[in-house]
């Protein structure tokens, strides 16, 4: 399996957690074995060009990888625009952990980008300037047909950053256990449907871990973990309870007025940030 993250795209903006970003995205992508681009859109200023100079130099793998680029415009076209025209494998931005304070770097762009952009994107909500080293990721694994690919990169991920479990949490909707309990007798019902349905979860995953190379899940324990109730919801539920230092996720497939009304799986998660997320997206 080729590496699926060899060019990584971060967009900054001048903000008081920007070293804390750089610090951590310049490590990713090492970790990686990554090309690394930061890009500011806006002015290119000597103060602004100053201070990235200076972070970049206490940058300890920084190499001849890491080059930055600053151009005019709208942040959401300019972002979308240059990971398309750089074929953009990963598109890294910081965030605030709650939607009330819901700031990327690019305000409220950051559910159209998670939307519409061509690649993976991950959210960073707790950047730092030493390692805390990445221990636990949670990745969905609900039935659909992009969920192998999420999980093998999850499996990447935790290879490249050294991390010692994975959780594989299938989410299962309540109503697929539609059985009203009277009694002892519906209880029992209700009791044996459940674990029929964890049961058969549990062998479709097992069915896509046979296609996770060998050499990304030596030394990682494995976990697999059926949850009852909303989508989306549960998993990052799951993920803060569990205290995961990565969620991986599906990207959305659509949007629109509907999928305001009635939330898409990860909007759930996105109002409020349980953990640094990865949506893994097919590249287009």
Not at 51 to 62: N, P, T
Not at 143 to 163: M, Q, R, W
Not at 232 to 237: E, L, R
């Amino acid at each position: 399996m080729s590496k699926p993250f060899e060019t990584i795209l971060f967009g900054f903006a001048f903000s008081p957690t920007l070293k804390m970003n750089i610090m951590e995205t310049s490590r990713i992508a090492h970790f990686f074995g990554a090309k690394l681009i930061l890009l500011h859109v806006g002015d290119k200023t000597p103060d602004k060009e100053n201070e990235i100079k200076q972070i970049l130099a206490k940058v300890k793998h920084q190499g001849d990888r890491v080059s930055i680029q600053w151009k005019p415009g709208r942040p959401e076209a300019v972002l979308l625009e240059t990971c398309q025209d750089l074929k953009v494998d990963l598109l890294i931005l910081g965030a605030l952990q709650h939607e009330n304070l819901y700031q990327f770097y690019v305000g409220s762009i950051a559910r159209k980008l998670t939307r519409k952009v061509c690649c993976s994107v991950l959210l960073l909500i707790k950047p730092s300037e030493e390692r805390i080293p990445c221990q636990h990721v949670v990745v969905n694994g609900l039935k659909d047909e992009d969920t192998p690919l999420a999980i093998s990169n999850a499996f990447y991920v935790s290879h490249a950053l050294g991390a010692k479990q994975i959780t594989i949490v299938e989410e299962i909707r309540s109503k697929e256990v539609a059985v009203d309990i009277k009694d002892d007798r519906s209880l029992k019902k209700a009791t044996i449907l459940k674990e029929r349905l964890k049961h058969r979860e549990e062998s479709r995953v097992n069915g896509i871990l046979k296609s996770v190379p060998r050499e990304f899940a030596q030394g990682i324990k494995v976990k697999t973990q059926s949850i009852f109730g909303k989508r989306g919801y549960s998993i990052g539920h799951y993920a803060q309870v569990a205290r995961a230092d990565l969620l991986v996720m599906n990207a959305p497939k659509k949007t629109g007025l509907i999928d305001r009304v009635f939330p898409h799986d990860i909007e759930y998660i996105l109002s409020d940030l349980p953990t640094d997320l990865l949506i893994v997206r097919k590249k287009i």
